[in-house]
């Protein structure tokens, strides 16, 4: 069954890495991001998990999100995405149902706003 395009109201720009490596600002080699393509998809904070690390006192959350994107192939675990001005690194990418309509991808967000990458 198709999927409202009301469902995808976000905007996703995916990026992939180029394959070059760059020093950051604290002297770690790092590898360098170009924007692949830019999609429409539904953004879910994952929270429970978060409450879970909060209750048993973890030394600190990790801030992840799940994306429901139209099925396709081109999307991997080696790509980051920016929403909602953070960005993220792709964890998990994977078509839960099995039937190729639609597809998650789940990322954990980049703390210092984008290791490598330039732009939005």
Do not use: C
């Amino acid at each position: 069954m198709a999927k409202k395009v009301s469902n995808y109201r976000h905007k996703i720009k995916f990026y992939k890495p180029t394959g070059e490596f760059e020093l950051n600002e604290g002297g770690i080699l790092v590898p360098k991001f170009e924007l692949y393509k830019s999609l429409h998809g539904r953004k879910e904070d994952i929270i429970r998990e978060n409450l879970e690390s909060l209750i048993s006192g973890a030394n600190h959350v990790k801030k992840r999100t799940r994306l429901k994107i139209r099925y396709r192939e081109d999307i991997t675990e080696d790509m980051h995405f920016f929403i909602d001005n953070f960005w993220y690194a792709v964890k998990v990418v994977g078509d839960r149902e099995g039937l190729r309509n639609e597809m998650q991808v789940i990322g954990e967000a980049i703390v210092d706003g984008g290791v490598g990458v330039k732009g939005t």
